[in-house]
Structures are given as structure tokens and as C-alpha cells.
């Protein structure tokens, strides 16, 4: 059976005000839901997320160095979100390849360094507008499911979840319909069982403003376990509804 899944993505937003009066309250609320509610803030606040969650929601960094340790200045290692309490990590998330730079091998070996640490890694995949107008937009997310999980081992691949967030929906309001999402998830899907990964048991996500509005069409899916949410995750009110739109019951 696969995992179902919501992760709030704050990005570079957060505050101690805002774990007082966000974690908390949302934590009380889904504790009883069934899914897995996970909070991804910035590495400052993660240790007092982890306190205020009060293992109702696990927590994880949004990135992580392709180093264990070392003389890295301003870099957090793996093995370092793992001694604090973290139970997943943000992997190759469409900010972070289109900002900095950061390409397929990079989140092949961040996601070993994850899986190596004992962590979850949520692997990020999608394509821009442009490559989806192109018609290119299931070979570029084969490449990078690929070659992005080309380092997982056999027995890692239960620490998998592969996130499809369109770049041109993240943000901007648009979103892929739910049978646009639900045709590039079994498009992913495929491609794990191509790598000899158990594809069936691997958890998809769909990340591209999912909102309390969209978010029951999307869930119902047979291929979307869960979402990966920005925005919204910011709202107590709107990361509740959006984690009470994902059924707990599935034979996934």
C-alpha cells in the first residue's frame, strides 16, 4: 500500500510567530487523518517545528550538500538533518534547478546522501512551459526521474517519493487538470518499472498550486498519492483542507 502523503514546502518563508501559529494547530487537526503530514521549513526553524509538531507531521529540509561533512561553509548535510529529527528531505525542487543551477546528477547524489542517512527523499521532476509546448514534456520527466534516482539501491527504494510539480504551474496560479497530473504520474510510474524499481509501491505527488479548491480532483487520481504544497502550506486553514481532501483508505 502505498504512503499518502502531504508536504507543505515553505521555501524561504517562516518565522517563530508562525510555527507558534501554524504547526501546532495543524498538527492537532491531522493527527487523526490517516496520511502522512510532512512540513518542509527553513533549516533555522526545523528544530522548533520538530518540538511544536509533537510527532503529528514529520519534518524535513529542503535541501541538503552533496557532502556528508566537511569544510563547506553554509552548506547542511544529510547526516545532519537526520541527527536533529528529520525524517525526509527536499530533493532537486524546480526552484533549485532553475535558480541554482542544480542538474540531475547533482540530485542523484543529494538523493544517496538522503537514502544514506536513513532520511525519505522527495525527488522533484518536472518541465517548463516551454518543454511541455514542445512536446517534450514526458521525456524530460523520464530523464530526470532516471537519472535522478540512478543511485538508488534496491533495498532504498521504500525511502522514495517522487514529486511531478509542472514549473509552469508552481506559483502562478495555473494548474495542470487532474487528467493532464494523473497522465504524467503513470507516465512516472512507468519509468520506475522500467529502472526495476517497485513501482506500485512508490508514492507520486503532485506539486503546482494546489489549493483546498483543486485538491479533492486531483487526490482521486489512481496515481497521485498525495500532494507537495507551496503557498498554501503557509495557511492553517488551507494545509488542513488540503490534507482532509486526501483519503486515508486506499488499496493503492
Given at each position: 500500500?502505498?504512503?499518502?502523503i502531504?508536504a507543505?514546502?515553505?521555501?524561504?518563508?517562516g518565522s517563530?510567530?508562525?510555527?507558534?501559529?501554524l504547526?501546532g494547530?495543524?498538527?492537532h487537526q491531522v493527527?487523526e487523518?490517516?496520511?502522512?503530514?510532512?512540513?518542509?521549513?527553513?533549516?533555522?526553524?526545523?528544530?522548533?517545528?520538530?518540538?511544536a509538531?509533537d510527532?503529528?507531521?514529520?519534518?524535513g529540509v529542503?535541501?541538503v550538500?552533496?557532502?556528508?561533512?566537511?569544510?563547506?561553509t553554509?552548506e547542511i548535510?544529510?547526516?545532519?538533518?537526520?541527527?536533529?529529527g528529520?525524517?525526509?528531505?527536499l530533493v532537486g525542487?524546480?526552484?533549485?534547478?532553475?535558480?541554482f543551477?542544480e542538474t540531475d546528477a547533482q540530485v542523484?547524489?543529494k538523493?544517496?546522501?538522503l537514502?544514506?542517512?536513513?532520511?525519505?527523499a522527495i525527488?522533484?521532476v518536472?518541465e517548463?512551459?516551454?518543454?511541455?509546448?514542445?512536446g517534450?514534456?514526458?521525456?524530460?520527466?523520464?530523464t530526470q526521474v532516471?537519472?535522478g534516482?540512478?543511485?538508488?539501491t534496491p533495498?532504498?527504494?521504500?525511502?522514495v517519493v517522487?514529486a511531478?510539480?509542472?514549473?509552469?504551474?508552481?506559483?502562478?496560479?495555473?494548474t495542470a487538470?487532474?487528467?493532464?497530473?494523473?497522465?504524467?504520474?503513470?507516465a512516472i510510474?512507468?519509468?520506475?518499472?522500467?529502472?526495476?524499481?517497485p513501482a506500485?509501491s512508490i508514492s507520486?505527488?503532485?506539486?503546482?498550486s494546489?489549493?483546498a479548491?483543486?485538491?479533492?480532483?486531483l487526490f482521486a487520481?489512481?496515481?497521485?498519492?498525495?500532494g507537495?504544497?507551496?503557498?498554501a502550506?503557509l495557511?492553517a486553514?488551507?494545509?488542513?483542507?488540503?490534507?482532509?481532501?486526501?483519503?486515508?483508505d486506499?488499496?493503492r
Amino acid at each position: 500500500m502505498r504512503r499518502r502523503i502531504v508536504a507543505g514546502n515553505w521555501k524561504m518563508n517562516g518565522s517563530h510567530n508562525l510555527v507558534a501559529e501554524l504547526v501546532g494547530p495543524v498538527a492537532h487537526q491531522v493527527r487523526e487523518l490517516g496520511i502522512e503530514a510532512v512540513v518542509f521549513p527553513p533549516a533555522l526553524y526545523v528544530s522548533a517545528v520538530i518540538k511544536a509538531a509533537d510527532n503529528a507531521m514529520a519534518v524535513g529540509v529542503q535541501n541538503v550538500s552533496e557532502k556528508a561533512q566537511g569544510a563547506y561553509t553554509g552548506e547542511i548535510s544529510a547526516p545532519m538533518a537526520a541527527d536533529i529529527g528529520c525524517r525526509y528531505g527536499l530533493v532537486g525542487h524546480s526552484e533549485r534547478r532553475q535558480l541554482f543551477g542544480e542538474t540531475d546528477a547533482q540530485v542523484a547524489v543529494k538523493t544517496e546522501q538522503l537514502l544514506g542517512a536513513g532520511l525519505s527523499a522527495i525527488v522533484c521532476v518536472g518541465e517548463t512551459l516551454e518543454q511541455r509546448e514542445a512536446g517534450r514534456a514526458e521525456a524530460i520527466v523520464a530523464t530526470q526521474v532516471r537519472e535522478g534516482l540512478g543511485k538508488v539501491t534496491p533495498e532504498q527504494w521504500g525511502q522514495v517519493v517522487v514529486a511531478y510539480e509542472p514549473v509552469w504551474a508552481i506559483g502562478t496560479g495555473k494548474t495542470a487538470t487532474s487528467e493532464d497530473a494523473q497522465a504524467m504520474h503513470k507516465a512516472i510510474r512507468g519509468v520506475l518499472e522500467n529502472m526495476g524499481a517497485p513501482a506500485e509501491s512508490i508514492s507520486l505527488l503532485y506539486g503546482g498550486s494546489v489549493k483546498a479548491d483543486n485538491a479533492a480532483a486531483l487526490f482521486a487520481e489512481p496515481d497521485i498519492d498525495g500532494g507537495l504544497i507551496g503557498g498554501a502550506s503557509l495557511s492553517a486553514i488551507d494545509f488542513v483542507s488540503i490534507c482532509q481532501a486526501l483519503p486515508a483508505d486506499t488499496h493503492r
